[in-house]
């Protein structure tokens, strides 16, 4: 008795199987390997990119930390820096205003 | 593996892999998502692969693990089952019995946990033995065929409700 309630239940199932199968919306072999391409390079880029990203953030890090060092050294003497190279302390300081959007479309464009 | 070989390789298994998650998950959209995923994932293994037949069980794994891995993560989109749209449960006479009776295979897998329904697809579908379906759903296989059992048992009743 089990056994034919196991056969049946084997039709059963492979019935099921078969119309679903046949029904199966499959994408063409070529469009799932191309793909499955496209994601494996997007994923080996991203992987690549990680170790720049790091460097990146750690040389930003060093920057800011030898910029704080540099301002704390000379913190005292400051207000007359400001006064003897005041000329120079602007026009630094509009050649950043000036660079810096380009810098950052520069940076930003593939 | 070539763009040839991994043809060759779809166009055995890809029907018969969809229809899989599409029974195990119960969703036949998640198939459509889950079909691409698992071949990327054996295209991307390094796995060493023994034979065809291993290469088979490997893709099921991975469809499995996905299917079960999704099943843990609530949905966002739920969906709603699609039987009323197939046009076999219109039919007349013997069409219309039969897809009564796929309904009936349908809703009855519907209420198995997913690891007994992928358990007796793989035994009586796919025709894997307890060793291939223990590797496949990372069980012992000494408990598979306890857990077969059960699973069918299961099934059976819920088939003669």
């Known amino acids: ?110 | 593996m070539t763009e040839d070989a991994f043809r060759l390789f779809y166009d055995r298994t890809a029907r018969g892999l969809w229809a899989y998650l599409a029974r195990i998950s119960g969703d036949r959209r998640q198939a459509d998502d889950l079909l691409q995923e698992c071949y990327y994932r054996f295209l991307k293994s390094s796995a060493p692969i023994e034979d065809e037949a291993h290469r088979k069980n490997y893709l099921f794994r991975i469809a499995t693990n996905l299917v079960l891995d999704a099943k843990r993560r609530p949905r966002v989109d739920e969906t709603t089952p699609e039987h009323d749209d197939d046009p076999a449960l219109r039919a007349p006479g013997d069409a219309a019995a039969d897809a009564a009776r796929r309904m009936d295979v349908d809703r009855a897998m519907a209420k198995l946990r997913p690891r007994d329904r992928a358990m007796l697809w793989l035994a009586y579908v796919n025709g894997s033995s307890h060793k291939e379906i223990a590797d496949t759903l990372g069980l012992q296989t000494t408990s598979i065929k306890l857990l077969l059992f059960r699973a069918r048992r299961r099934l059976a009743a819920l088939l003669a409700e």
């Open chain 1, 1 to 110: 008795m089990m056994e034919l309630d196991d056969l049946a239940l084997a039709a059963a199932l492979k019935e099921d199987h078969e119309t679903l199968a046949a029904s199966a919306p499959v994408p063409p072999p070529a469009l799932v390997f191309w793909r499955a391409t496209i994601r494996a390079r997007a994923d080996a880029a991203r992987v690549a990119e990680r170790p720049i990203t790091f460097a990146q953030s750690f040389a930003a890090t060093c920057v800011i930390a030898v910029a704080l060092m540099a301002v704390g050294a000379i913190w005292n003497e400051m207000p007359s820096l400001v006064t003897q190279h005041a000329l120079m302390i602007v026009l630094t300081l509009a050649f950043c205003l000036l660079v810096a959007p380009i810098a950052v479309f520069v940076a930003l464009s593939d």
